[in-house]
């Protein structure tokens, strides 16, 4: 009878799944099921405007059945301003963040993004330190610490007319004055504007006037930060871009990107400092200078060195992010050169493995990348400071009157000296 009884209890219990057994049973499936969910990230970064951001996240969130990576583009002129108002109100909701080059430092001195140092393995690191363009690297990285992954660069160039050239019979320019001389020579005998660059005042205005000054082994800022701008070397630099202005247009001080590729495309100028977007324009079906352009190194200061100031993207880790293993995991993925390759053939961008500017696919979908190469390894970062919009600020102004005769060279250097001490208290 107690055997029977027994028995009758086991059965009982089995069907309705009422014993201690059934319920861990139960409580073990739902944490199965919730350990099976994927870690949910979110990738913001201004929109590309061609799809190829988009496609690497999907095919990423394909391969990572753990990890699921949500893509969210802002239009390029709104992304600081967001993310800044987000990562001063601690937004956890922020993961990985693509940011401009000249952001680093400041976001890292805010902290609002993490050291990516400690996320790295040894093979990261080291595909890092010898794998990856140098300059761009040296870029992220304040007080010691990398803070995001490069992933596309650019950096200024001088376009010439090859045509031009070939036909004179002379090589691109090496030095400013060397530059100066022929714009004067050919302009003068072709009928068109010797050089064009970006001469208002606005950011591009420092691109230009920090390519000449550390062409001249001048520097705005030291590595400690100190403004050391009023200098012989820097006085000579802001003489030439001065000079400069005998063979540009009328009313350049008002020109951008726009308008100096507008001039030079148009067949107009002789020689262009500009960015690597440019090249696509001259290039495509219809442009009046397409199989005309060369590109080379920007010109080399007296007993100074050729010079580029770096643009370009870099991710970077949220310090609100709940995840940062996997946020770093998706970034690692993200600039493997397998990656990084769609981005060079699809969307035309400046990769910072170096070993894709000798890979043939990319070479044969975009030729001018060697070229480009040469240009990204005279990358010079601007000013690193956490207060860098107001550093730009006092660079704008004070350039911008000597540039406009407004205020003599070595006046100008001397105030800026001045603003950019008071801006470092």
């Given at each position: ?5 027994a ?19 139960e409580?073990?499936a ?8 994927p870690?949910?990230l ?16 999907e ?91 490069p992933?596309n ?16 019979g ?13 714009s ?5 005998k ?28 001048g520097?705005?800022?030291?590595d ?14 802001l ?27 148009n ?7 500009h ?16 199989g ?5 190194p ?51 961008r ?29 990358g010079?970062?601007?000013?690193k ?41």
């Amino acid at each position: 009878m107690k055997k029977w009884a027994a028995s009758l209890l086991l059965l009982s219990l089995a069907v309705t799944g009422c014993s201690p057994s059934g319920e861990n049973q139960e409580a073990g499936a739902g944490k199965d099921e919730a350990a099976k969910k994927p870690v949910e990230l979110t990738f913001t970064i201004f929109d590309d405007g061609v799809g190829v951001d988009k496609k690497l996240v999907e095919t990423f969130n394909q391969s990572h059945p753990d990890i699921k990576v949500t893509y969210k583009p802002l239009p390029s002129g709104e992304l600081r301003d967001r993310l800044t108002t987000w990562l001063a109100a601690k937004d956890d909701s922020l993961d990985v963040l693509g940011l401009d080059i000249v952001w680093i430092s400041e976001f890292a001195k805010a902290g609002w993004i993490s050291p990516v140092d400690d996320l790295m393995d040894a093979a990261m690191k080291e595909k890092v330190k010898t794998g990856f363009l140098k300059a761009p690297v040296d870029a992220v990285t304040v007080d010691g610490k990398m803070y995001a992954v490069p992933w596309n660069s650019t950096a200024g160039m001088l376009y010439y007319r090859k045509d031009i050239l070939e036909k004179e019979g002379v090589q691109p320019p090496q030095t400013w004055d060397e530059l100066l001389t022929l714009s004067k020579e050919l302009g003068q005998k072709y009928n068109m504007n010797g050089f064009v660059g970006q001469y208002k005042q606005y950011e591009g205005l420092v691109t230009n006037v920090l390519e000449i000054m550390e062409s001249y082994n001048g520097k705005i800022l030291d590595d400690s930060g100190k403004p050391v701008v009023n200098s012989p070397e820097n006085v000579k630099a802001l003489q030439t871009m001065v000079k400069l202005k005998e063979v540009m247009p009328n009313g350049v001080n008002t020109y951008m990107e726009k308008e100096s590729q507008e001039t030079f495309l148009n067949g107009n100028a002789v020689f262009m400092r500009h960015w690597n977007s440019a090249w696509p324009l001259a290039e495509k079906e219809g442009s009046a200078v397409k199989g005309k352009v060369g590109v080379v190194p920007l010109p080399k200061g007296e007993n100074g060195k050729h010079a580029s100031t770096l643009g370009g993207w870099n991710l970077a880790v949220s310090q609100t992010s709940k995840h940062p293993k996997e946020a770093f995991e998706f970034i690692q993925w993200m600039t493997e050169a397998k990656q990084q390759k769609v981005k060079a053939i699809e969307g035309g961008r400046l990769p910072s493995d170096v070993s894709l500017y000798e890979d043939q696919e990319v070479l044969t979908k975009n030729d001018s990348f060697k070229s480009f190469y040469e240009v990204l390894k005279n990358g010079v970062s601007r000013p690193k400071s956490p207060r860098y919009g107001k550093v730009t600020e006092a660079i704008q102004q004070e350039v911008s009157l000597a540039f406009n005769g407004q205020k003599p060279v070595e006046q100008a250097l001397s105030d800026l000296q001045k603003k950019l001490e008071d801006v470092a208290k």
